[in-house]
């Protein structure tokens, strides 16, 4: 399950009792500040996986050691698309309208 890192209930790791997993969903376009007060938060709630839309920040989100998954909108449509997010451990999700030999 993934909240949104700004999300003022967003809980600290321990304070999740839940059998999902919590990740982090971190907006695809955000301000300087608004990055800087993203990465802390994840860096003080710890979550399990970060869900993002902006792959100019793989080699940031690799470096917190936790499953990076890319929203719908990074669609890998080329090999080298996919080495890419392979060397940064970040895994695509499929648009719900796509099938998987789309």
């Given amino acids: 399950m993934f909240l949104d890192i700004f999300y003022h209930e967003f809980p600290n790791k321990q304070d999740w009792h839940e059998d999902a997993l919590l990740g982090a969903y971190l907006p695809r376009i955000m301000n300087e500040s608004e990055l800087t007060s993203a990465l802390d938060l994840v860096r003080n709630k710890n979550p399990e996986a970060i869900l993002t839309g902006n792959l100019g920040l793989l080699p940031v989100y690799a470096e917190f050691s936790v499953p ?35």
Avoid: G, Q, V, W
Wanted: some cysteine; charged content about 10%.
């Fill in 68 to 102: 990076t998954f890319l929203d719908y909108s990074l669609i890998p449509s080329t090999t080298s698309t996919s080495c890419f997010f392979r060397k940064y451990n970040a895994t695509p999700l499929i648009s719900p309208e796509l099938s998987l030999t789309s």
